[in-house]
């Protein structure tokens, strides 16, 4: 029989819930955005400035791209994964979730801010999948600059937009034919895309609906 985690009824319930807190935080969210921080979004220096303001608030992926996590992860049969940008761990979940169902692995998260790192410990432990996750506490930047696993088969961006291609730099030499990687809000990372959609030998990259970009790696 095929297992399916993500329909577990204490997954369901506790997704249900993490997505009714970000709906919930949405108003703070947008004062932030429309405020003249929201300048630091896209800097290559100020980042952390900019996700210290954010620290209570989730940011999750959208349901329709954790779904879609899931059947990537799924499909491809992955047992290594790596996440920039854990949050409170909904994307996390799904990533999990779906490795669970691949029979096991790994997922290796990152994040700075430490009140995060708790929440999304305190989520994965409730859905019981804190075993497949290891989460890297400080800069992804050099939390990724060392003891990665030898290939990584799913990637998903979702930190800081102005670091997708310094995070590329760091893992790209662990990407084989059919590495699959997922970034979030692409339309910030300028660098990030151009480098995916014009080196068509290595790479074929397409984009979403939802400000997504998929790419996958080819030689
Ligand atoms: C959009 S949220 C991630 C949401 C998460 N993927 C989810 O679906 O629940 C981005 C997160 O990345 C973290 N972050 C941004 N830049 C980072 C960096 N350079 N190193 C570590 N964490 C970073 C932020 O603190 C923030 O919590």
Same mark, same amino acid.
């Given at each position: 029989?095929?297992?399916?985690?993500?329909? $577990?009824?204490?997954?369901?319930? %506790? !997704?249900?819930? +993490?997505?009714?807190? @970000?709906? /919930?935080?949405?108003?703070?969210?947008?004062?932030?955005?429309?405020?003249?921080?929201?300048?630091?979004?896209?800097?290559?220096?100020?980042?952390?400035?900019?996700?210290?303001?954010?620290?209570?608030?989730?940011?999750?992926? $959208?349901?329709?791209?954790?779904? %879609? !996590?899931?059947? +990537?992860?799924?499909? @491809?049969? /992955?047992?290594?994964?790596?996440?920039?940008?854990?949050?409170?761990?909904?994307?996390?979940?799904?990533?999990?979730?779906?490795?669970?169902?691949?029979?096991?692995?790994?997922?290796?998260?990152?994040?700075?801010?430490?009140?995060?790192?708790?929440?999304?410990?305190?989520?994965?432990?409730?859905?019981?999948?804190?075993?497949?996750?290891?989460?890297?506490?400080?800069?992804?930047?050099?939390?990724?600059?060392?003891?990665?696993?030898?290939?990584?088969?799913?990637?998903?961006?979702?930190?800081?937009?102005?670091?997708?291609?310094?995070?590329?730099?760091?893992?790209?030499?662990?990407?084989?034919?059919?590495?699959?990687?997922?970034?979030?809000?692409?339309?910030?990372?300028?660098?990030?895309?151009?480098?995916?959609?014009?080196?068509?030998?290595?790479?074929?990259?397409?984009?979403?609906?939802?400000?997504?970009?998929?790419?996958?790696?080819?030689?």
């Amino acid at each position: 029989m095929v297992t399916n985690t993500l329909s $577990s009824p204490h997954i369901v319930q %506790l !997704l249900d819930r +993490l997505f009714h807190e @970000a709906e /919930a935080s949405e108003s703070a969210l947008q004062a932030v955005a429309q405020s003249e921080a929201s300048r630091l979004m896209t800097s290559r220096t100020a980042y952390r400035e900019f996700y210290g303001l954010l620290r209570e608030i989730p940011l999750p992926v $959208s349901r329709e791209t954790g779904a %879609l !996590l899931y059947m +990537l992860t799924r499909a @491809a049969g /992955a047992q290594s994964i790596l996440e920039f940008g854990t949050s409170f761990g909904v994307s996390t979940i799904y990533l999990a979730a779906a490795l669970r169902d691949n029979g096991g692995g790994r997922i290796i998260t990152t994040e700075f801010e430490s009140s995060k790192i708790a929440r999304a410990r305190e989520h994965l432990t409730e859905a019981g999948l804190i075993d497949l996750v290891e989460i890297r506490e400080g800069d992804a930047l050099e939390t990724l600059g060392h003891d990665l696993p030898d290939t990584l088969d799913v990637v998903l961006l979702d930190g800081a937009k102005s670091l997708y291609a310094d995070i590329l730099d760091r893992i790209e030499a662990h990407l084989r034919p059919g590495s699959l990687l997922l970034a979030d809000d692409a339309n910030r990372c300028p660098e990030f895309v151009g480098r995916m959609r014009s080196d068509t030998k290595r790479y074929l990259s397409v984009p979403l609906t939802g400000d997504l970009e998929l790419s996958m790696r080819m030689c």
